[in-house]
């Protein structure tokens, strides 16, 4: 080999070294400055549950939805809206598929209503089509919480769901359908199980461990390459020069 073809060879795998060493480096701490977003999360999350609690007063103060207000804890007085109870499919609960079971809660000495995510509850495989039993007592009920935005959506098929087993359930489209006065924000029960559900809801803005486990591992690669690109482009021909 020309001695111009061995330094252009050399330049190129130095270029190609360095830009793989920049690209995994900078994902490294791109994964690094998502885990500290999603632990920021995490406290604030954490903060909010523990702050003053919300009464039907202040909530409904602010009917449009005051997003200041999601993870606040909530006590609520009303009634059941049993009839409009809908069940969201393909709920995971300790990782049993299941439905998601909200119900709306009229607030006492109002007409407003919110929707409760009262808790999760397994489905019957063999009668996919069959209601769980769940209990909802009839008259007052106190309903403990945290104010949270409606219930998440999953991929669907179609948008338009009818029927108490649905696989979404948009706000806006629901209270077109039940003329119910629905605030924007809806309630996620807390507490012991009961009535036939449980309520081990999945944490939100977790996962930092991972983003953090992920950006050691691109910041290990971009040394694997420092280490390789040392070893055999310096190391390996000044040995070989020294023996020849």
């Known amino acids: 080999m020309r001695p111009k073809d061995a330094v252009s060879k050399r330049l190129l795998i130095a270029i190609a070294a360095l830009a793989g060493i920049l690209l995994t480096a900078s994902l490294g701490f791109w994964?690094?400055?998502?885990?500290?977003?999603?632990?920021?999360?995490?406290?604030?999350?954490e903060a909010q549950a523990h702050s003053a609690t919300v009464g039907?007063?202040?909530?409904?103060?602010?009917?449009?939805?005051?997003?200041?207000?999601?993870n606040r804890p909530v006590v609520l007085t009303g009634?059941?809206?049993p009839d409009r109870t809908i069940y969201l499919d393909n709920r995971q609960m300790n990782a049993v598929p299941g439905f998601y079971v909200v119900t709306?809660?009229?607030?006492?000495?109002?007409?407003?209503?919110?929707?409760?995510?009262?808790?999760?509850?397994?489905?019957?495989f063999e009668a996919r089509t069959s209601l769980p039993a769940i209990q909802t007592p009839t008259g007052t009920v106190e309903v403990h919480g945290l104010l949270a935005p409606p219930p998440a959506k999953l991929y669907a098929f179609t948008t338009e769901e009818t029927g108490p087993i649905r696989q979404n359930l948009d706000l806006g489209a629901f209270r077109l359908e039940?003329?119910?006065?629905?605030?924007?924000?809806?309630?996620?029960?807390t507490g012991a199980p009961s009535e036939g559900l449980l309520r081990q809801w999945p944490e939100a803005g977790s996962g930092a461990e991972r983003n953090y486990g992920y950006a050691f591992q691109w910041?290990?690669?971009?040394?694997?390459?420092?280490?390789?690109?040392?070893?055999?482009?310096?190391?390996?021909p000044r040995r070989q020069v020294r023996r020849a």
């Open 219 to 236: 910041w290990a690669m971009a040394g694997l390459i420092a280490i390789l690109y040392v070893w055999f482009q310096l190391v390996v």
């Open 104 to 124: 709306p809660l009229r607030i006492a000495g109002s007409q407003a209503v919110v929707l409760v995510q009262r808790g999760w509850v397994q489905r019957n």
């Open 79 to 81: 009634e059941w809206l």
């Open 56 to 70: 039907a007063r202040e909530l409904l103060a602010v009917p449009g939805g005051d997003t200041r207000l999601v």
């Open 31 to 45: 994964q690094w400055e998502r885990g500290h977003q999603r632990t920021a999360v995490r406290q604030a999350i």
């Open 178 to 189: 039940t003329g119910l006065p629905l605030l924007a924000l809806s309630v996620q029960q």
